[in-house]
């Protein structure tokens, strides 16, 4: 017999997160046994040259729901994304960083929007930053916003934080837009918002607690330009009509 789909599949991408990793996979657990959520898990692997996914394997062995995929070689985040979303089997999608820099706990707001009719829920540090614990650097917080300015400009006015990394959606959005995707790294938060509000799909940003972490991955010099790159090969892509009949 054919197991039963669960209604939540939780999608996390990581690399070379094996010291944050094991922690984060028990806060996951415990919270999902807690509410007694149908969930699955799954840690895409994105090419990492660590312990990352024989710290997944061991909390396989005693945690059914958790599944690891292994991307060939580093391909980015947003492949990462990508991979998982295509693989979960659930009714609704969650992506979260491997941090937990927002806690599972903040589930709950991006559930209540996708019940009261959004397609797809984004956790926003913008909204109310009054949420945010523990604040980036001066440095990336002002980047950050001249980023937003650009993604408000040409990408997705209305929009206040498109690179919070909790988002939550149906399985029907996501599994159609990552199929269009086309942005492999860090500007495929912004890339999957505008394909989604280029299919009509309604969008909901919702505040959520925020703590940033102090062992980021994040370049702020290679990334930051990459990401403002992406920024013009998704309008590129575009004019292209690479997106044409989404």
């Known amino acids: 017999m054919k197991p039963k789909a669960p209604r939540l599949s939780i999608v996390?991408?990581?690399?070379?997160?094996?010291?944050?990793?094991?922690?984060?996979?028990?806060?996951?657990?415990?919270?999902?046994?807690?509410r007694r959520l149908s969930a699955e898990v799954l840690v895409v692997d994105d090419g990492s040259?660590?312990?990352?996914?024989?710290?997944?394997?061991?909390?396989?062995?005693?945690?059914?729901?958790?599944?690891?995929?292994?991307?060939p070689r580093n391909l980015g985040k947003g492949a990462a994304v990508r991979a998982g979303v295509q693989a979960a089997r659930g009714a609704r999608i969650l992506f979260t960083d491997a941090d937990l820099s927002t806690p599972m706990e903040e589930l709950a707001a991006l559930e209540a929007r996708l019940d009261a009719g959004a397609d797809v829920a984004l956790g926003s540090r913008a909204v109310d930053r009054s949420r945010v614990a523990v604040?980036?650097?001066?440095?990336?917080?002002?980047?950050?916003?001249?980023?937003n300015v650009l993604v408000q400009l040409f990408s997705v006015p209305g929009i206040h934080d498109t690179q919070c990394g909790f988002k939550l959606f149906t399985a029907g959005a996501g599994k159609r837009l990552f199929a269009r995707q086309q942005v492999p790294r860090f500007g495929f938060d912004v890339e999957f918002l505008f394909l989604a509000r280029k299919a009509g799909y309604q969008l909901a940003e919702v505040p959520v607690r925020w703590e940033n972490s102090v062992e980021t991955k994040v370049r702020p010099i290679r990334d930051g330009a990459r990401a403002f790159l992406d920024l013009a090969l998704i309008r590129l892509y575009e004019w292209q009509g690479r997106y044409r009949g989404l």
């Open 12 to 34: 996390i991408p990581a690399y070379n997160e094996e010291r944050r990793l094991g922690p984060s996979l028990g806060r996951v657990r415990d919270y999902v046994r807690k």
């Open 49 to 71: 040259s660590d312990a990352t996914a024989q710290v997944v394997g061991r909390a396989a062995k005693a945690w059914p729901a958790l599944r690891l995929l292994k991307l």
């Open 135 to 147: 604040s980036q650097p001066l440095y990336r917080v002002l980047a950050g916003r001249s980023f």
